[in-house]
């Protein structure tokens, strides 16, 4: 369902889900080393969102 919903999208919508799409990876990696370094609640808290924001992508939900 994903896939027909974003062409329904104007384009500049659909260029912002693709660029978080293409970033949100490089990202993730980023929180999971500083969160290993120096774990913080905060820390913590944003890693879960990302991995769920990557998951979404990856399931093609989003």
């Known amino acids: ?3 027909l919903y974003r062409y329904r999208l104007p ?3 659909r260029k912002c889900i693709f660029v978080a799409e293409t970033v949100a990876t490089p990202i993730m ?3 999971l080393i500083r ?3 120096i774990p ?3 820390d913590i ?3 879960g969102i990302l991995i ?3 998951v ?3 399931m093609e939900w989003i």
């Open 1 to 3: 369902m994903s896939r």
């Open 11 to 13: 384009p500049w919508a």
């Open 29 to 31: 990696i980023f929180q």
């Open 35 to 37: 969160t290993l370094l």
């Open 40 to 42: 913080t609640t905060l």
């Open 45 to 47: 808290l944003v890693l």
């Open 52 to 54: 769920g924001l990557v």
């Open 56 to 58: 979404a992508f990856y």
